[in-house]
């Protein structure tokens, strides 16, 4: 399933994109569906924070995979929605700001093929090595919470004198 939340909606390159997503996401159904299956769900709008972190609790795979991006909270969202017990996996883009404090998610260049082979991970992983995973992201998103953030943040901007 891939949500793609409408965004900068007036931006032709934004809108050129998302015609690309559904004609692509079209033509491997249309070739690959059955009539009881469908490949992909592509669906372009956008949902409450409750509904999205119902969809990341049962996602067996987060795939965070920007090309140049800041903090990918998403990719922290679905950590933190997944079951102790039984979680997912994140399968990150190097490029992801988020990358730096979550190495422990299965990180790829999405500019190569190697994204196939960190889903293939991901989905094959056995549930010790998903768990031990899991629990080195939480603590990582538990003591870098939005207090630590932002006192890290005013100190850098102290430091460079633009406070």
């Not at 390159?13 to 592509?42: C, K, M, V």
């Not at 933190?80 to 979680?87: E, V, Y």
Request: net charge neutral; glycine share 8%; with cysteine.
């Amino acid at each position: 399933m891939q949500i793609a939340p409408p965004s900068r909606s007036e931006v032709p390159e934004y809108q050129e994109i998302r015609r690309t997503l559904a004609a692509s996401a079209g033509h491997i159904n249309g070739r690959y569906g059955e009539f009881d299956w469908t490949p992909l769900r592509y669906i372009n709008k956008s949902f409450s924070h409750r509904v999205l972190t119902g969809f990341f609790r049962a996602a067996r795979i987060g795939l965070v995979t920007p090309l140049r991006d800041g903090m990918n909270l998403v990719a922290k969202e679905y950590v933190a929605s997944q079951p102790a017990d039984d979680p997912g996996v994140l399968v990150l883009s190097c490029f992801a700001g988020a990358a730096q404090e979550l190495g422990e998610a299965v990180l790829v260049n999405p500019h190569i093929e190697g994204m196939a082979d960190g889903i293939r991970q991901g989905l094959t992983m056995s549930l010790g090595e998903r768990k031990e995973r899991w629990t080195a992201m939480m603590a990582t998103i538990e003591h870098n919470d939005i207090t630590r953030w932002r006192e890290t943040f005013v100190a850098a901007l102290t430091a460079s004198g633009a406070l």
